[in-house]
């Protein structure tokens, strides 16, 4: 069983700054964690992709968040965090951890990020 714990959303003000963190728990075997990401769900849109790293440390980013956002991750406690900088109020919504395992995905269950003008 694969679970997905997310922390670190919150409401700031334009401008603002927060960290998010995904550490994924369970029966895991890390050489076969293919990436994990963060997608963003804003309210009556859909699921759109954020960021994502793969297990050897490449990276991807939504041409929203580039310049304002890094993905990072620890192959030893298998978590992937994103520092959000300079927030927008666009970048608001609900941010669901993802996790690609073994030829699976998994999602986390959402943590809210506001940001207020």
């Known amino acids: 069983q694969v679970q997905l714990v997310e922390s670190g959303g919150g409401s700031v003000q334009a401008g603002g700054s927060l960290r998010l963190s995904c550490a994924a728990s369970?029966?895991?075997?890390?050489?076969?964690?293919?990436?994990m990401g963060w997608y963003r769900q804003a309210p009556g849109k859909q699921r759109d992709l954020v960021a994502v790293?793969?297990?050897?440390?490449?990276?991807s980013y939504a041409d929203s968040v580039k310049g304002r956002s890094s993905i990072s991750g620890d192959n030893a406690k298998n978590t992937v965090y994103l520092q959000m900088n300079s927030l927008k109020p666009e970048d608001t919504g609900i941010y669901y951890c993802?996790?690609?395992?073994?030829?699976?995905?998994?999602w986390g269950q959402g943590t809210q990020v506001t940001v207020s003008s």
């Open positions: 993802n996790l690609q395992y073994n030829g699976r995905g998994y």
């Open positions: 369970g029966t895991i075997v890390s050489f076969r964690i293919n990436a």
């Open positions: 790293i793969t297990r050897f440390g490449a990276t």
